[in-house]
């Protein structure tokens, strides 16, 4: 008999390889020539802490780790004891990985120097270790953020070497601590989502290239501002209450634009009375979503309708009024 090639497995049988995020990314990586595998072991580094943060935060009455430290952080706002100990999480495991020169998180007022000159790393990272961390209370999808930046060792100072626009960053992503746990990443080749499988501890790839959808008529925002919104941003409510519109708001950024990148829809934060800037923070908020927004096919801008991403930061804890999601939906905002 003739030889009829590779033999089909029969319907319903999966034959696709299970992937890691370790493994998704080393296969990443070895696409660039010269590459030295450093990169992975940023990405390693992050999981694991991601890891040890999920299980502290679905033990957080159980180990008394829930409430506050007593401490306001550089935004004035309270940390709560959380906040802290994933701060010192992702500190202590992204420390010692010697391809990062320059570390930068939401809890601290300055950039951390791990490494100058000839010790220096390649690459900077810049998280909010905790962010919506304030529903804990009521166990409500928290989430860590994080961005990788090129270092450039002929800056000299922290704060200029990573107040760069989203435009330049090398990959990005959060991990949301929800009904499960999950950590969705981009290197600028799409964007693909993994779920932990806490049984055996790794991060399994369960949809590659995401793709958001360019409408959906859902927006997420913080209504109980609106009083202090912009006319623009008013103007668009009162359309989207007369057309149809759903509304959906956590609270937490990550689960806000988890949904949104998953369902589409858009999610906003505009100038508010209190935060005449808005609220949320440019280069480890803003940016890192921005970035995977894009990558899903979606837009992100600011209040008056430049890309987030061309922005140009002055100080690490800048914040950037926001609007980002399905492209028409994000669009219809700006045509209010
Ligand atoms: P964080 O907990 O890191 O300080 O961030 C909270 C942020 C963000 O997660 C969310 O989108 C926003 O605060 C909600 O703000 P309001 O409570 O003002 O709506
Ligand atoms: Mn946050
Ligand atoms: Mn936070």
């Not at 070895?30 to 890891?51: D, H």
């Not at 780790?65 to 935004?75: I, M, S, T």
């Not at 570390?103 to 270790?129: A, H, M, N």
Request: glycine share 10%.
């Amino acid at each position: 008999m003739p030889d009829s090639g590779p033999k089909q497995a029969p319907r319903g049988v999966v034959t696709d390889n299970l992937v890691s995020l370790q493994s998704f990314i080393l296969e990443e990586e070895a696409r660039y020539p010269g590459a030295t595998g450093e990169f992975s072991w940023i990405i390693s580094a992050v999981s694991l802490a991601a890891k040890i943060i999920a299980h502290k935060v679905r033990h957080v009455r159980l180990q008394e780790v829930l409430g506050e430290q007593g401490d306001v952080n550089v935004q004035g706002e309270e940390q709560l004891r959380m906040d802290v100990i994933a701060n010192e999480v992702i500190m202590r495991v992204l420390g010692g990985r010697s391809s990062i020169a320059v570390l930068g998180s939401e809890e601290d007022e300055e950039p951390t120097i791990l490494r100058r000159g000839r010790d220096g790393g390649k690459y900077c990272v810049l998280f909010d270790p905790l962010d919506g961390s304030s529903n804990l209370d009521t166990a409500v999808g928290v989430g860590t953020i994080f961005t990788i930046l090129r270092n450039d060792p002929s800056i000299p100072g922290a704060v200029e070497t990573v107040c760069q626009p989203g435009s330049k960053q090398v990959a990005a992503g959060y991990v949301l601590y929800g009904s499960s746990t999950i950590f969705v990443i981009t290197t600028g080749r799409g964007v693909h989502m993994f779920e932990l499988d806490a049984s055996i501890g790794s991060f399994m790839l369960v949809k590659r290239d995401m793709r958001m959808p360019a409408r959906k008529k859902v927006y997420s925002v913080n209504e109980a501002n609106a009083d202090g919104f912009p006319e623009p941003f008013r103007r668009y409510l009162s359309w989207a209450h007369a057309n149809g519109y759903s509304s959906r708001y956590i609270g937490s950024m990550v689960a806000d634009v988890h949904r949104t990148l998953v369902n589409g829809g858009v999610f906003l934060y505009p100038p508010t009375a209190k935060h005449p800037h808005g609220k949320l923070r440019l280069l480890y908020e803003a940016n890192p979503m921005s970035f995977l927004v894009e990558q899903a096919g979606g837009t992100s801008v600011t209040a008056d309708g430049r890309r987030t991403m061309d922005i140009v930061p002055r100080e690490l804890h800048e914040r950037v009024p926001l609007v980002m999601g399905s492209r028409d939906e994000v669009a219809a905002v700006l045509n209010a």
